[in-house]
Structures are given as C-alpha cells and as structure tokens.
C-alpha cells in the first residue's frame, strides 16, 4: 500500500461541519471526548484514514474479524452545527509521520467542506484534581472571545513546552491553510483515562457550537475511575505505613 490510503466509506454531505479531533493523549481526553459524541449522535462513518505511521497490527472486533488499524471520519448531526468527528486509536510514529498524517487528515475536513475544527486533549498536571479547568490555544486572538465565554483559560506559556502531536499540528498547518482552529485542552493527572476532564472539554464544546449531551454514561465511567484512584490511594496510603529497618530497631 501507499504511505498513505483515504478510504471513501460513504458519500456523505455534512453541511458546513466542524471538525472535532480526538485522538489518544493524555488521560485519553480527546480521544474519550470524540467518541462519546459518536456514542450520543447519529453518526456515518465515512472516511478511512491508512498510513504506514501507524503500528503494524490489526484490530478485531467482537466477532472476532481483523482490520488494518487506521483512523476514521464520522459525519455527525446535532441540533447544533453539523460535526466531523476524527477518531482512532494511534498517532504516527514519527516526526515526519505527523506532518503527513496531519494535512492527509486537512485535506479530508477540507474535501468535505470544513473550515473550522477543534482539537481535543489533556494537559498533565501531574496530580489528582478537584476542580477541573479547560485549557484554550487558538490560531488567531479573534476566536478566543466565544471561548472565554465558555469558561476556557488562556494562560501564558501553557502548556509548557507547546502542544504536540495531531493536535498540535492541526493548529499550526491549519493556520497555513486559513482555517479557524483552536485546541482545548483538558486539566487531567495524567495518571488514568479521566472521563470528568472529557466532560469539561464537551461542555464547552456545548457552549460554543450550540448542541446538547447527556452525561449519564460518562458520570458511570467517573465514578468507576474515582474507585480506581480510591484503590490506589488506599494502597500507597498502605504502603506510607509498613514500618521501615529503622523503625523497627530498639534499645535493649
């Protein structure tokens, strides 16, 4: 095959859609924020995305059938703007592979009449967290309004060190090419798949395009995450208290 494949699924017509892009980063924010929009919306896949970048493997599905990995096109409706949601379950493997990848993926959103997208991901704080904030970067000052009001954070210098990845280079190229771009990026440990940082993310995609989700399937994988990090806190809390060589010496 080519370095790089575009499969034509389905002959979709989304009308004016908004690119939403969730791959897998940091706490899986993006990648579980994307999904959950395909779980909540009617949805076509329409597009394939195979490259050489990717791992050389196969996924299988429930019945056990093989396929190439690759990433994938949604054509989703909402009551709000039309989406085009990219999802997958790897990036490429190299600098240069994410330059390819990344305007593949441009010329598919552009092909099927995008001109604005979203970037979704996690930004590591490095610890458990309370109360989770939204962090924004965009391609030029003038989109930041409707996201400010969306309760997004423009910080200086964050995240350190920049935004990497598809996400990252969905700004930067899309910039070249004049699209309207922004990156949102969720507050999460970086530990664990933190479905409460998705949430954040999705609310204020909520906000500023004008759509509405039911959050009770996210709120089930929460709790189920709080009781994994209860476990583990449990545990080192356990461990904080095993007495060590020193303590267990005395005078006698």
């Known amino acids: 095959m080519d370095a790089i494949e575009i499969e034509t ?100 959103a552009t092909e099927l009449g995008t001109d ?11 610890e458990l967290i309370e109360e989770y904030h939204v962090l924004g970067a965009v391609t030029d000052a003038d989109l ?31 910039r070249r090419r004049g699209l309207d771009a922004a990156c949102l990026m969720g507050e999460t440990s970086g530990y664990l798949v933190d479905p409460k940082s998705a949430r954040a993310v999705l609310e204020v995609l909520e906000s500023v395009l004008g759509f509405e989700l039911d959050y009770e399937s996210l709120e089930d994988r929460a709790e189920e995450m709080e009781e994994v990090v209860g476990k583990i806190q449990e545990m080192q809390n356990q461990s904080a208290q095993v007495p060590t060589d020193d303590d267990l010496r005395y005078i006698g």
């Open 144 to 174: 930041k309004g409707d996201l400010t009001d969306a309760g997004v954070e423009f910080r200086d210098d964050e995240p350190a060190g920049g935004i990497v990845g598809v996400s990252g280079l969905l700004l930067g190229l899309g």
């Open 9 to 108: 699924v389905a002959e979709a017509t989304p009308s004016d859609p908004v690119l939403i892009e969730g791959l897998p980063g940091v706490g899986h924010v993006g990648k579980l924020a994307a999904e959950y929009l395909l779980e909540e919306f009617e949805s076509e896949l329409v597009r394939r995305v195979y490259a050489d970048e990717f791992p050389p493997q196969v996924s299988i599905d429930d019945e056990g059938v093989a396929e190439l990995v690759c990433a994938e096109f949604h054509a989703v409706e909402t009551e709000g703007r039309d989406l085009l949601v990219l999802t997958g379950d790897h990036q490429a493997g190299s600098n240069a592979g994410h330059y390819h990848l990344t305007e593949a993926f441009l010329d598919v």
């Open 116 to 126: 604005r997208l979203f970037a979704l991901g996690g930004v590591p704080t490095g």
